[in-house]
């Protein structure tokens, strides 16, 4: 009997509900733009095809105090996200270097070294993305300037209500981690 019998037309559908509720489960991810003065952060999940809200906001270290401190800070604070969070995956948008100003782009450099060891020591996989990647996979161009990246974010995103620069930022990055995702990626994470 071509199509095999009842039954094994029955399993096989089934196995295949199950295959495909598996591949909808939600993945977290959590975006970081780094920054010394203010780090932005942004939480979304993937279900399916669809990106939902989830949290976003700044960290703000006080400028006055030691790098070390404020490096220990950030660590910290992107730590306690983790615990609350709990994301799957994370994203961080990777250093632009700066020619007119290297000492500026070595302490950026520090303080994303920072953010990368607290979701490193919380066993996140870290994918890292130039911020031309990030405005290619929000906007459509490499070349987008801050006000096109916040207004495709509150597009993606209409529950996430207003945010600052940074937040916006982050939440930019946790999308292109979204959009950089395999298929076998979100498989291997819904099962």
Request: proline fraction near 4%; charge should be positive.
């Amino acid at each position: 009997m071509p199509g095999g019998t009842k039954t094994e037309n029955s399993k096989t559908s089934l196995t295949l509900l199950v295959m495909l509720d598996a591949m909808v489960q939600s993945i977290r991810i959590l975006g970081i733009d780094p920054g010394l003065r203010q780090t932005g952060w942004g939480v979304i999940t993937l279900e399916g095809a669809r990106l939902s809200h989830v949290a976003h906001g700044t960290i703000s270290v006080a400028p006055a105090l030691p790098l070390a401190s404020r490096l220990a800070g950030i660590f910290s604070e992107i730590s306690d996200l983790v615990a609350l969070h709990a994301p799957d995956v994370a994203g961080v948008e990777e250093t632009l270097v700066n020619t007119a100003n290297p000492r500026s782009a070595l302490k950026l450099g520090q303080a994303r070294g920072a953010a990368m060891a607290a979701l490193a020591r919380a066993g996140l996989s870290v994918s890292e993305f130039a911020p031309r990647a990030i405005k290619l996979a929000i906007v459509g161009t490499g070349r987008a300037d801050k006000d096109q990246i916040g207004f495709m974010v509150k597009r993606l995103l209409p529950r996430a209500g207003a945010m600052g620069a940074d937040a916006a930022d982050a939440l930019a990055c946790a999308i292109c981690t979204a959009h950089h995702l395999s298929a076998a990626d979100i498989v291997r994470r819904a099962v």
